[in-house]
Each structure stands twice: as structure tokens, then as C-alpha cells.
């Protein structure tokens, strides 16, 4: 399913005025008994008018960006919290998963931390991630997020049974060397420089509340 495109018809008025413009001048002056010169002025200036607004509508046609095909997510709404995890820790990545889910292009989340899945939320199928796969395992090594603009074009996109089948957009940003944020969108592209930053923002605070919370298991 395609994302609809609001300036869709703003961007296709240039080229018709043009068209209709340059017909209007072709069935006047064959219709004209007469050509004056009043009219074979008016009919260059509306000659280069009509070209001027096609060639606008051509270009907008062009350079305008049109939104990325988005996709109905395979799975159903869940909401899973880990029960051992103190009630502090519950509310905060509770009020850290709805930021990204409201603020963000992102529809299902998983958060990772010293070997257990301390949340799951978002359109999500029932498997849930065991074992980190090279990618995530990856961006804990380098302490870096790891965003797959377009997942289906990765072979190793198999990794993240965990997300629905047709996710098409993934960011793996880590909570330090001991755990991993992973966010998957229904749109490829659909990340900006400003998602970034904010699911960078939110990564800090969940790592921070993490380490203050938990302790590592011996």
C-alpha cells in the first residue's frame, strides 16, 4: 500500500495550465481567418508561457520527493514487559517505548539487556529474540547504531524473526555494550537525521535507567 502524496496535484497543475494553454493557442489561430500583429504577439508570449509552465511541471515532477511506500505490518498490537523488573524500570521504558512509537516512524520495538528481553511492544509477531544475531551483535561490539534503510534488501534480514516478516526499516541502536534497542518501521527511508537524534536521546536515558537498575547477573 502506497502512502498517499499530498502535493500530488499541486505538482501536476504547472503541466496542465501548460498543456491546456499551448491547445488554446494552436485551435485559435487555426481558426483564425486573419493573423494580425497583435495576435502573432500574443500568441509568442503565450507560446513561451505555456513552455515556461511545462517545462515548471516537468522539474517539480522531478525534484519534489515523493513519501516511501509504506506496508501494513505482519502481526498483532502486543505489550510485554519482563514481570521481575522493578516497577520504576516498568515506567520507564513503558513512557520511553510510547515517545518512540508517537514521535517516530517506528511500529514495533524490542529492547535487549544482559541477555533478556526487558520489552517488546508495537505490531510484533509471537517469536521472540533469543539470541543476538551478527547484526545486533555488531552494533554492540562498536558501541554504534546500525540503520538498514531499506531491511528487505539485506540478506541478513533473517536475523529479525523477532520483527514482523515485511519490516522495512531497522535501527539497532545499542544501550552501551549491555544491551540493544531495535526499531523496526513500516516504510523504508522513513528515518530523518531528527528520528536519529531523538532515538539516540531515548537510548541514553533507557541504558542509564538500566544500569542504575539492574544488576548483572553473575
Not at 498483532?76 to 520511553?96: G, N
Not at 540503520?147 to 522495512?168: A, I, M, S
Request: with cysteine; glycine share 6%; charged share 15%.
Amino acid at each position: 500500500m502506497s502512502q498517499a502524496d499530498p502535493n500530488r496535484y499541486l505538482r501536476l497543475m504547472p503541466l496542465a495550465a501548460g498543456v491546456v494553454g499551448g491547445v488554446l493557442l494552436l485551435l485559435n489561430r487555426l481558426t483564425s481567418v486573419e493573423l494580425t500583429t497583435s495576435q502573432a504577439r500574443s500568441d509568442v508570449v503565450g507560446t513561451i508561457l505555456g513552455a515556461f509552465l511545462i517545462l515548471t511541471g516537468l522539474i517539480w515532477q522531478q525534484v519534489q520527493p515523493r513519501p516511501p511506500e509504506s506496508v501494513t505490518l505482519n502481526g498483532t498490537e502486543q505489550f510485554d514487559l519482563l514481570e521481575t523488573l522493578p516497577d520504576a524500570l516498568k515506567l520507564e521504558l513503558a513512557w520511553a517505548s510510547h515517545s518512540l512509537l508517537t514521535n517516530t516512524p517506528t511500529q514495533a520495538l524490542v529492547i535487549w539487556y544482559r541477555g533478556q528481553v526487558l520489552l517488546r511492544r508495537g505490531i510484533l509477531p509471537e517469536t521472540t529474540l533469543t539470541t543476538p544475531g551478527p547484526i545486533v551483535q555488531q552494533a554492540l561490539t562498536k558501541e554504534r547504531p546500525i540503520y538498514l534503510v531499506k531491511l528487505p534488501l539485506y540478506p541478513g534480514r533473517v536475523e529479525f524473526d523477532y520483527l514482523p516478516d515485511n519490516t522495512q526499516g531497522l535501527i539497532c541502536q545499542p544501550l552501551g555494550k549491555a544491551g540493544v534497542l531495535i526499531l523496526g518501521a513500516n516504510a523504508p527511508r522513513s528515518y530523518t537525521r531528527q528520528d536519529e537524534r531523538w532515538v539516540t536521546a531515548i537510548a541514553e536515558k533507557i541504558a542509564q535507567a538500566c544500569e542504575s537498575t539492574l544488576t548483572p547477573q553473575s
